[in-house]
């Protein structure tokens, strides 16, 4: 039986009490990727994004979780830790169930950095990445409910928690100032 206070399971919720037809993970995905492109951390600009996926405005309470989300990306993204965590179904869902969400966030993931990062040329191992992603979201009809699918699924999400931060770095984290010339 799926833990019904996980963020995840509480962020669906909230989502279907509002008819929202789009899940955590694709809202997570979406916003990560547009903040590992450059987007920056402006609520309302995520906001106005977050609405084209809903298709609607938000009421108030899914809106308040919008900025909670963003605040959440913003600490890891700016913070010294160099892993993010992924807003997927908890390990008691079933692996078809977190499957199909780590496809819907990978597929959500491109369309973000897509939308903000456009054609900008990108290092080799960005490409890979971006690549390996479009590869993952393809994944959820290629997991077995067995032990070797378990771990396959769990390979991929360490992955994810650290592959993003690549992207970030070279599309978006600030460079650190450059000491000015002295003039004597």
Known sequence: MPIQNSPYAAFATLLASSAQPVTPAELHGLLLGRSCAGAGFDAETWLSDAVELLGAEPDEPVRQALIGLQEMVKGELAGDDITIVLLLPSDE????????????????????????????????????????????????????????????????????????????????????????????
């Open 93 to 184: 869902a079933s692996l078809t169930e977190r499957a199909l969400a780590l496809g819907q966030w990978c597929q959500s993931f491109l369309t973000g950095f897509g939308l903000v990062a456009g054609d900008r040329a990108l290092s080799g191992e960005a490409m890979e990445v971006l690549q390996d992603l479009a590869a993952i979201a393809q994944i959820q009809d290629s997991l077995d409910e067995s032990e070797d699918g378990e771990n396959d699924y769990m390979e991929v999400t360490e992955y994810l928690r650290v592959a993003p931060l690549l992207l970030f770095t070279e599309c978006a984290k600030p460079a650190p100032p450059t000491p000015k010339p002295s003039l004597h």
